[in-house]
């Protein structure tokens, strides 16, 4: 797995800690015997919370590590439960017990409770020890391994998509160029349209359409991918030699200051155009804008973004520009997009095929990549009702356990750039079955009781801070929100089929729950249960 199994092992480790700290308080002062081996586990603990934060900013750790986090994360929960074990116990029998024989048998369960937790101790110490050792002995990290495996991000492929294979683009192309060209002054003024879609809507196809439309008509031009974590220096060199046309090298880079002062000094008195594709935050768009100068010649900035508060960002002054929300595609281009990418042209779909392939398209939800990624699954699939029939029951699932669709992968961009609070919450949701109306309430509630969440800085209360990472992940269209009370307030929430099949496949990955009763889902090898969902039918939460 990815940057989920960091998150999951860093997330189990920190109650472990909380608790481990507890047990050297002065409650059990008593237990002497252990204070020592508690301290010791705990400062190995710690080391391990620190390298596995590192290790969170690194999106694709190799197969040894993999295995290294998943082997910390179960003791981590083992350490947990032995842990709460002892404090039950011993809480139970702190009340002053009478008589002679209450004392006597109080007595004896507190040495049982202190030397169960010294041998558990010492056991949990010596697995620890034995997994640093064993990941050390056979861990073979090969810079050439890694770029072997390189893969190619499926949105930078789209760019190269010729017209022709695109389906439904030319109305939103339409769309997109009136807003940028509309107006008798539209020589005399700036333009922007913020393109906004979830993963896989097909933003940067469309971006493009528009950028190779109009690029002709500029001076000066430029398209290129922000991205989730952008190596500023460089995305501002590529601009400044796109927009010159002469190269600018690593040896002539001097500050951020100094090139956006370059960029803008050689657009100033040109008429641009500038796509900026997939904007991941608000302070990136703050840094880059400043190379943009407001221009009385026409001239035109595109960005492209999942997430909202980037899009308003984009638009609101100097440049006063549009939002445009990408529209899923309806079930007429759908069907266009599948049936060609299979059978060449809708045409040629055989009859017995016609039903499961419609159930098949109603699930995709007019998600480009979905539809593109499931045809090619099926592409290799006997072209008989019984084998389509299995995909479209495990639709997402399949597509993340198979390798080969590589284009599904777009998903786990969004996955991986949330906090790790919000990937904990965001898998809690994999407990709710199919097409479930959520309701927020409920949904924070349960982050509380789970401890998926805690009081911040700056909230009152654990809740309030719930709210703020529930429209977190609506902000990020992870979550689609339905219900609207007063003040326009969103009361509940529901999950794209696509996604929720996506972080059910995270959260069997790495033993967060538990799943029964999920068609074409198979119970999970893990040996331990840590949350148990039991889903017999679609129904309201």
């Known amino acids: 797995m990815e940057a989920a199994l960091v998150s999951a092992a860093t997330r189990a480790l920190k109650p472990v800690l909380e608790k481990l700290g507890a047990l050297v308080g002065d409650k059990y002062k008593r237990f002497k015997g252990v204070r020592d081996d508690i301290k010791s586990l705990t400062r190995e603990l710690t080391a391990m919370e620190a390298f596995l934060l590192k290790m969170s900013e690194e999106e694709d750790p ?11 994360r179960e003791l981590s929960y083992d350490m947990e439960d032995s842990i709460d074990d002892f404090m039950q116990s011993v809480g139970s029998q702190d009340s002053k017990p009478d008589g002679f024989l209450e004392k006597m048998k109080n007595s004896l369960g507190k040495m049982k409770a202190r030397r169960r937790i010294g041998n558990e101790i010492h056991d949990l110490k010596k697995q620890i020890t ?22 190619v991000d499926p949105r930078a492929l789209a760019i190269f998509q010729h017209a022709s294979e695109l389906v439904g683009i030319d ?18 003024k700036m333009n922007l349209v913020s393109i906004i879609g979830s993963g896989g809507m097909g933003k940067t196809t469309l971006a493009n359409q528009v950028y190779q439309d109009l690029k002709g008509k500029f001076q000066c031009r430029a398209f290129l991918s922000v991205s989730r974590n952008p190596d500023m220096m460089n995305i501002l060199r590529t601009i400044l030699s796109e927009v010159s046309g002469q190269r600018y090298t690593d040896t002539e880079a001097g500050s951020i200051q100094h090139l956006i002062i370059k960029i803008t000094d050689f657009l100033v008195d040109k008429r641009y155009f500038v796509v900026l594709d997939d ?37 609101s002054r100097p440049y006063n520009g549009d939002i445009y929300s990408i529209k ?32 098949i398209l109603k699930k995709c939800a007019g998600l480009p990549l979905a539809i593109i990624a499931i045809s090619g699954l099926l592409a290799n699939t006997e072209r008989t009702e019984g084998p389509w029939k299995e995909v479209e029951d495990s639709i997402g699932r399949a597509l993340e356990r198979n390798p080969s ?34 309701r927020k309430k409920v949904l924070i509630n349960r982050w509380i009781a789970e401890r998926l969440i805690h009081t911040e800085a700056g909230y009152s209360t654990t809740y309030e801070f719930g709210e703020r990472c529930f429209n977190e992940l609506i902000n990020r269209s992870l979550i689609q929100p339905l219900k609207m009370g007063n003040y326009d307030r969103v009361k509940s929430c529901r999950l794209h089929d696509t996604i929720l099949d996506f972080i059910i496949s995270k959260s069997v990955e790495e033993n967060f729950v538990t799943l029964v009763g999920v068609p074409s889902l198979s119970v999970g090898t893990q040996s331990k249960v840590r949350r148990l969902s039991l889903q017999a039918g679609k129904q309201k939460n």
């Open 171 to 188: 109305e939103p192309k339409a769309e997109i160029i009136k807003l940028l060209t509309q107006g008798a002054s539209t020589q005399e």
């Open 405 to 438: 669709v590589e284009g599904m992968k777009i998903l786990s961009l969004s996955y991986f750039e949330l906090p790790a609070h919000l990937k904990s919450c965001l898998l809690c949701l994999s407990t709710f079955p199919e097409d479930s109306v959520i």
């Open 130 to 151: 034995e997994v640093a050792e064993r990941n050390e002995r056979y861990k073979a990290r090969e810079v050439f391994s890694k770029a072997k495996n390189t893969t």
């Open 62 to 72: 190799d197969f040894q590590d993999k295995v290294w986090m998943n082997e910390v």
């Open 279 to 315: 904007i991941w935050d608000v302070d990136t768009w703050h840094v880059l804008k400043h190379a943009f100068p407001v221009t009385s010649s026409g001239s035109i900035i595109i960005t492209t973004t999942r997430i909202n508060d980037v899009a308003e960002s984009c638009r």
């Open 328 to 359: 899923p595609l309806d079930m007429v281009h759908s069907r266009q997009l599948f049936y060609t990418r299979l059978f060449n042209s809708e045409e040629n779909c055989p009859s017995y095929l016609e039903i499961v392939s419609e159930q």
